[in-house]
């Protein structure tokens, strides 16, 4: 009967989505943003936009950002919309332009007179979409039924944000991306250039209540395809202590705990008091990079944005095999390429957080860098105004209100 219910809901609601794109104009200065189908104000969509607001456009340009639960604390002069709702339907079928980092519900297709700029969310390690042999995903059980929705949705893009020529060419052929490829670099990645001084770093720790006399070390895992709950929600299942690292760094390291927006538990983290202080998708990682001193991860493409700033990383794959032949699969040589140590065990992680030598991974780490990272330069945002300069009519439109 739920099933009923929930698929009867879903086709009134591609009607009236199909209503308004037949009755309703496009508001030829009107851009839509969202940040992990609205679970956060952060990522490449956040940075663009907070860009378009530093040069004055959000005065002219109708800006709409769609949240899932609460409303973010947004500057400037855009509006918040729930995602999901009427007015999201109202807002997506009147848009000029869409800035997203993720992919949205299939029924929305992109009508005639209006740009979709897909900006991604990292480079990739794991294979994706049409490069995955099988998939473990919540709500998907079959391959190619998995694949064609994919390259289904990814045929409604017209803009498609890469961060380097590898990633350039893997989107490509993954996603069976045929449009404009906008080789440019990430705009959330702008922020590393321009605040990664000692007073930039100071005010962020002061903003994100942090203590400033010990170093900070980054937990940044992805997600695994298969660790989901009966009810459907991805769960956080590291195999990492975190009492041992705080008997064993604590003197001298905090621990910031920020995990993937898909995974939706809420873990008591009260026993690690004044070691471990975690922020959820709804924080900018961004600002964690620039007030953390080490990175330790495990296959998220957070390694790739990381190394900009020539911080130490490591590595804590405790599951290799499984993701490698089971989960997803790599795109390159785990072992040969990660710029940094890798451990399987918490003891082998402090071990190696104790006696890191940057100079045993000087060659390494500058070889990644020049792979992934040689386009990011700080000016990624600019890019992309260009873009939307070009989309939108150029004189000037009154804001419009309803």
């Known amino acids: 009967m739920r099933k009923k219910v ?12 199909y209503m308004m794109c037949r009755l309703c104009p496009v508001k030829q200065n009107r851009i839509v943003f969202d940040s992990s189908l609205g679970k956060s104000y952060s990522g490449n ?10 040069n004055g456009y959000d005065m002219n340009w109708d800006c709409i950002w769609f949240y899932e639960n609460e409303k973010y604390n947004i500057p400037g002069m855009s509006r918040q919309v729930q995602y999901g709702r009427f007015r999201y339907l109202y807002y997506m079928a009147t848009a000029k332009v869409w800035v997203f980092d993720t992919r949205q519900p299939e029924f929305l297709v992109r009508r005639k007179g209006t740009y979709y700029i897909q900006t991604w969310h990292g480079t990739p390690l794991k294979k994706l979409a049409l490069d995955m ?12 039924s998995y694949k064609e929705h994919f390259t289904k949705n990814v045929h409604t ?6 961060q380097n020529p590898f990633s350039t060419e893997t989107f490509r052929r993954a996603f069976d991306f045929h449009k404009e490829m906008l080789e440019i670099g990430y ?31 980054l937990y940044a895992p992805t997600w695994r395809d298969d660790e989901f709950s009966e009810d459907d929600k991805y769960e956080f299942r590291p195999q990492i202590s975190f009492e041992k690292l705080q008997q064993e760094l604590g003197d001298e390291y905090i621990m910031i705990v920020k995990y993937h927006y898909l995974i939706m538990d809420a873990i008591d983290w009260s026993p690690y008091e004044g070691f471990i202080y975690h922020f ?13 001193d080490i990175l330790v991860t495990d296959y998220s493409s957070v390694m790739f944005d990381y190394s900009i700033m020539n911080r130490p990383m490591f590595f804590f794959a405790y599951d290799f095999y499984k993701y490698k032949n089971e989960l997803r699969g790599f795109y390159f040589s785990y072992s040969k390429e990660m710029p940094g140590p890798i451990s ?19 060659e390494r780490y500058e070889k990644f860098k020049k792979k992934y990272n040689t386009i990011d330069d700080g000016n990624a945002s600019s890019r992309v105004l260009d873009l939307i ?9 009154d804001v419009y209100f309803e």
């Open 6 to 17: 929930y698929h009867l809901v879903k086709q009134i609601v591609v009607v009236i989505y």
């Open 389 to 397: 300069q070009n989309l939108i009519p150029k004189k000037r439109v």
């Open 280 to 292: 959820d998708q709804s924080r900018d990682i961004a600002e964690l990079f620039l007030v953390s």
């Open 133 to 144: 042999e099988d998939v473990f995903m919540v709500g998907e059980n079959d391959i190619d």
């Open 344 to 362: 399987t065990t918490t003891e082998e992680l402090i071990d190696d957080i104790r006696n890191y030598d940057p100079e045993v991974y000087a």
């Open 157 to 162: 893009w017209d803009y498609l944000i890469s």
């Open 187 to 217: 705009p959330r990645n702008d922020i590393l250039f321009r605040e990664n001084t000692p007073e930039g770093i100071r005010s962020y720790r002061r903003k994100l209540g942090l203590p400033e006399d010990k170093k900070i070390i």
């Open 45 to 54: 969509p956040k940075h663009i936009y907070e860009y378009l607001m530093a």
